[in-house]
C-alpha cells in the first residue's frame, strides 16, 4: 500500500461482521426451548427427567371418544408462528365444532411450559418447544397425539382449518389414525 493511504474496508468488514452476528442472533432467538430460557426451572426441562416423550394408554378402536382436549405448548415470550399455531387451531374448534366446544366434549388450553407450574403436564407430554397435541379420551383412557404437522400450514388459515378439522373429524368418529 503507498505511504499515506489508509485501509477503508477495515471499518466496513468490522459493522458488516457486526451486523451479520447481531442478524443471526435474532433469528435463532425465535422460539427458545426451555432450557435456553433464562430462568427456567431444571424440573420444567423435559430433557433432565427419565419419563417417555408421549404417555399412551391403548383406547377401543372405532370407539368415539368421550373427549378430544387440544394442548398447544408455547413459551412465556411466543413468537408469531406460535401464536398462530395455537390461535387456528381454538379458532377451527369453535367455528366447526361449537356444539362439541361448548359441551365440553372438545377443549382448547394453552401452556406456558416454561412455568414450573406445569411441570407434571410438560414432562407427561415430552415437551420440548411450542407443540400442538390432540389427546384423544375414550372410557378413561388417554391417548396422545402430536398434531406438529400443522406447523406446515401456519402460513395459509384456510389450509391450516381445513386440515385440522378433517382430524377433529376422523377423531370424533372414532378412527384411530387421523
Known sequence: MAPGMTRPCRSTRAAGAILTGVLLLILLCGCIAPDQEPGNAADNNPK???SPALTTTPTTANAAPDTIRVV???????CHSCTLLG????ETIEVYFPAEYAAGKITYETVNYQDPQNGELVRKYGVSGSE???TVIRN???EICSANEMWGYIGNK???MTVFKAKLDALLEGEEDA
Open 87 to 90: 390461535n387456528y387451531a381454538k
Open 48 to 50: 433432565t427427567t427419565a
Open 72 to 78: 398447544k405448548f408455547e413459551p412465556t415470550r411466543p
Open 132 to 134: 400442538l397435541f390432540i
Open 140 to 142: 378413561g383412557a388417554e
Open 158 to 160: 384456510e389450509a391450516y
